[in-house]
């Protein structure tokens, strides 16, 4: 049996109520994580996000690389997404109940790592539940103890673009690689996995329904999606 979590960045999209009806549909659970500008370009899409029951968390505002900003500069960023975040779920009349993060790239900030790990501890924000996790590695990098949702596996869906020799069938064979070069295979048996997928417009433009293809063959392959948790 393999079990995920799965995690879509990048909300809200004019996608985004297709994506979530599906998800709705298959009974898959997901943590949203919303950047702030592209809430505002598509505010009535996150809002329909919301008023399905699904969690938004913060991805900052305009989605920089932590590490090329100050301190302060992260910040805001953050607080700029949390305004955004509070404005939304009260016009969804939603509760803000959990409030988990993640860094634009993983990108923990480099020398501020340690710094920003500590103001999301202060600022209530919360841990994804990841004791379930057995990968040696997940410890070793000291990810067991940050606050920020990291992922053990990330699609590269978003790599497929206008002029990219990055393909559809590209994201399908990658899926299904015993042993991929760099990342732990997706399909391993007794993994419980945190997933990483985007919900980009210009992905569904390349490549029509592809969380359809890509959710549907982790079905098919009998992935248990599990409701996300958090540690308190
Ligand atoms: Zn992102």
Redesign the pocket.
């Known amino acids: 049996m393999l079990h995920a979590v799965l995690t879509i ?2 909300i809200a999209s004019k996608n985004t109520p297709a994506l979530v009806d599906y998800l709705t549909e298959q009974g898959i659970p997901a943590i949203l ?1 919303g ?1 702030g500008q592209n809430i505002e370009r598509n505010y009535q899409e996150a809002i329909y996000a919301l008023q399905r029951g699904f969690i938004i968390g913060n ?1 900052t505002y305009s ?1 920089p690389g932590c590490s090329g900003l100050s301190m302060d500069e992260v910040v805001e960023e953050i607080e700029h997404c949390e305004e955004v975040l509070n404005r939304l779920y009260r016009d969804a009349g939603a509760e803000r109940v959990w409030r988990p993060f ?1 860094f ?2 993983g990108d923990k900030g480099g020398d501020k790592k340690d710094a920003i790990q500590q103001y999301l501890k202060d600022h209530g924000f919360h841990k994804v539940k990841d004791t379930q996790i057995t990968y040696p590695w997940w410890k070793e990098r000291g990810l067991d103890r940050d606050i920020d949702t990291f992922w053990t596996y990330g699609f590269r869906e978003y790599d497929i673009r206008p002029g990219n020799p990055y393909k559809p069938e590209d994201v399908m064979r990658d899926m299904d690689d015993p042993h991929p070069t760099d990342s732990v295979p997706l399909f391993d048996e007794g993994a419980h996995h945190l997933l990483l997928l ?1 919900a980009h417009d210009e992905t569904e433009a390349m490549w029509p329904g592809y969380y359809r293809v890509m959710l549907g063959h982790l079905l098919d392959r009998g992935v248990v999606f599990d409701p996300p948790e958090f540690i308190d």
């Open positions: 960045d990048d994580f950047l991805h989605h993640r634009p790239y985007h």
